[in-house]
């Protein structure tokens, strides 16, 4: 198997090196920041704070890209446990005035839409999105893969047991490293049949699974570098990391970073991240050590 990327004895990133976002192509030699645009009212870190106008969404855009973003993953609606399905309709009417309003501010900007209906995919690159990121990893609306394969733009699947209303009651694994890998192996056997490429691997952490599947997911996360697709982590501020260190998500910025750290190092090609300086640095200084790290060896 290729080898690239940042590596050192036990772990490497995915040998994809590159996703095709609409014609342009965004490297994977070194890890890439997705920051997080919440455009909800409910959301469990910021809802509502980028929600209440084009100004707040603008300037959070702005900040994240000075902040050294490659892409921007707008959510318009909250997945966190327990949250409120919305319906089509209203998911639209929050994501389309936005795409349409950072699509002419910033049209280099790569965009990626957090979204599991199908409708709302084919909508959101209509208006410019360039990725798709489904956190039921095709399994909400049979017509997904489908729509993938049509639109030809890369797309995250993630894994979550149950759905956000009920995913947190109780998840059960015999061994979550090895179900989710089973998940993924099944669901890209579909989405592949249907002639989908540049497809991004999330394991989906805090989504249906307990603080010790999260942590297991974490240990063994090298584990998915058996697909060789590039891997997304996003754990920004999340409740593996405050029922750890006793925090709220507003104070647990050096947990995730830490977490970040320990991604990297286990073969993250992607951090989801509400804080994109700090992953930016993480990212820098991860590479950094295994630059010297194979220089040695060399």
Same mark, same amino acid.
Request: hydrophobic share 40%; no cysteine; proline share 5%.
């Given at each position: 198997m290729?080898?690239?990327?940042i590596k050192n004895d036990d772990t490497f990133f995915q040998s994809q090196k590159t996703i095709n976002c609409c014609g342009r192509l965004m490297?994977?030699?070194?890890?890439?920041?997705?920051g997080i645009l919440n455009i909800t009212p409910d959301s469990f870190y910021d809802g509502g704070k980028h929600f209440s106008s084009d100004d707040a969404i603008v300037r959070q855009t702005s900040k994240m890209l000075q902040e050294g973003a490659d892409i921007i993953d707008i959510g318009p609606m909250s997945t966190r446990p327990g949250?409120?399905?919305?319906?089509?309709?209203?998911?639209?009417?929050r994501l389309i005035p936005a795409l349409k309003l950072l699509t002419k501010e910033f049209p280099?900007?790569?965009?990626?839409?957090?979204?599991?209906?199908?409708?709302?995919?084919?909508? &959101?690159v209509k208006h410019g999105a360039a990725i798709i990121n489904d956190i039921s990893g095709g399994c909400?609306?049979?017509?997904?893969?489908?729509?993938?394969?049509?639109?030809?733009?890369?797309?995250?699947?993630?894994?979550?047991?149950?759905?956000?209303?009920?995913?947190?009651?109780?998840?059960?694994?015999?061994?979550v490293v090895k179900e989710v890998g089973m998940f993924f192996s099944s669901q890209?056997?579909?989405?592949?049949?249907?002639?989908?490429h540049d497809i991004i691997l999330d394991p989906g952490f805090g989504f249906g699974k307990s603080l010790e599947h999260n942590y297991q997911l974490l240990a063994g996360l090298h584990y998915f570098s058996m697909f060789e697709l590039p891997l997304l982590v996003g754990v920004s501020r999340k409740s593996m990391i405050n029922k750890v260190l006793s925090t709220k998500p507003?104070?647990?910025?050096?947990?995730?970073?830490?977490?970040?750290?320990? &991604?990297?190092?286990?073969?993250?090609g992607i951090l989801r991240v509400h804080d994109v300086r700090e992953a930016r640095e993480a990212v820098a200084l991860v590479s950094k050590l295994n630059e010297v790290e194979k220089l040695n060896m060399d």
């Open positions: 290729e080898r690239t990327g490297s994977l030699e070194s890890p890439l920041v997705m949250a409120e399905i919305i319906s089509v309709e209203e998911e639209e009417q280099e900007t790569v965009f990626s839409v957090d979204t599991f209906r199908s409708q709302v995919a084919r909508s &959101a909400q609306d049979p017509e997904m893969f489908q729509t993938i394969a049509e639109l030809h733009v890369p797309y995250v699947m993630m894994h979550m047991q149950g759905t956000p209303a009920n995913m947190q009651k109780n998840p059960r694994y015999e061994h890209l056997e579909k989405l592949k049949k249907m002639g989908a507003a104070e647990a910025l050096n947990g995730t970073t830490a977490i970040n750290v320990m &991604a990297l190092e286990r073969g993250a």
